[in-house]
């Protein structure tokens, strides 16, 4: 990452502001950061004893969850194309 560029974005989960550094648009910085804390909120509505911690947990989890899913879904499309191009 030394020789990317380095964007910056200030940016606010669940109350509180963040500055964010990455090669990444601050725009998509901030649609992150976004999705992260409609997720915290999400999960606080069903859970409102959660503190702050726990419930950073959680929407970590659930995210990661996410990711695992999209990605077994990313494998099997692309065994079946290998299968239609072979």
Known sequence: MADQQKNRASVE?????????????????????????DKMREIYAVNPSLDSSKLAVLTAVNAVHDYLKLKDQVEQLENELKKLKG
Do not use: C, N, Q
């Open 13 to 37: 989960i669940y109350g509180h502001t963040y500055k964010i550094v990455g090669p990444e648009s601050p725009g998509h910085m901030r649609l992150v950061a976004s999705m992260v804390d």
